[in-house]
C-alpha cells in the first residue's frame, strides 16, 4: 500500500494533496473505489479498461463496529479488482483530519487482507459533489444515503481516472 507522499513522507506527516500517491495502481483491470464513512462505506468499480466508473453498493458499518470485511470480500470475489482507489479525507487546506489516521488503518487493512495494491487519494469535495448530482437530477438525499455514498464512491474513482489519463 502507498502511505508515502513523492517527497517521502511518512503516515504520521502533514499530507498535502499533491503528495498524494495517484499512478501507482495497475492501468489494466478494473479498480474499486472506496469512500470511507463512519455509518455507511460507498463502493465504486470501474470498466476493464479504466475509463469509466459506476456505482456498486453501499457497506453499512454498524457504529463502534470494525469494518465490514466479509461483506467487501464478496464484491472483491464477483468484481476482481487489479486494485483499490481508498479515499483519503483531507481537510479544506490539504492537510490531516481526524478521520485521516482511521482511512490509513482502513487502506493497510484491505491491501493486507486481499494483497491487492492499495492507493489512497483525496477525497476532498466527493460528497458535496455526490449531492450536487442529486440535486441537478431532482433527487432527495432523505432515504437515498447508501445512493449519495455509492455516488461519492463513484466521484472518487472517476477523478482518480480522471487524473491518470493526463
Known amino acids: 500500500m502507498s502511505t508515502r507522499g513523492k517527497d517521502g513522507q511518512t503516515e504520521g506527516q502533514s499530507v498535502r494533496s499533491t503528495d498524494l500517491p495517484t499512478f501507482d495502481l495497475p492501468t489494466i483491470g478494473r479498480l474499486l473505489a472506496v469512500d470511507w464513512g463512519t455509518k455507511r462505506i460507498g463502493l465504486a468499480i470501474s470498466d476493464p479498461s479504466q475509463h469509466i466508473a459506476q456505482p456498486l453498493a453501499t457497506l453499512t458499518r454498524r457504529a463502534g463496529k470494525r469494518f465490514p470485511m466479509r461483506q467487501f470480500r464478496k464484491h472483491l470475489e464477483e468484481h476482481q479488482p487489479t486494485g483499490i482507489v481508498v479515499g483519503l479525507p483531507l481537510s479544506g487546506e490539504g492537510g490531516e483530519t481526524p478521520a485521516t489516521d ?12 486481499t494483497g491487492l495494491p492499495v492507493a489512497l487519494y483525496d477525497e476532498r469535495m466527493t460528497t458535496a459533489r455526490a449531492l ?4 441537478e437530477l431532482g433527487g432527495r438525499r432523505r432515504g437515498r444515503e447508501g445512493d449519495v455514498d455509492q455516488l461519492a464512491a463513484v466521484v472518487l474513482l472517476q477523478t482518480y481516472l480522471d487524473a491518470r489519463r493526463r
Open 132 to 135: 450536487g448530482a442529486m440535486r
Open 102 to 113: 482511521a482511512v490509513r488503518a482502513l487502506g493497510h487493512l484491505i491491501a493486507t487482507v
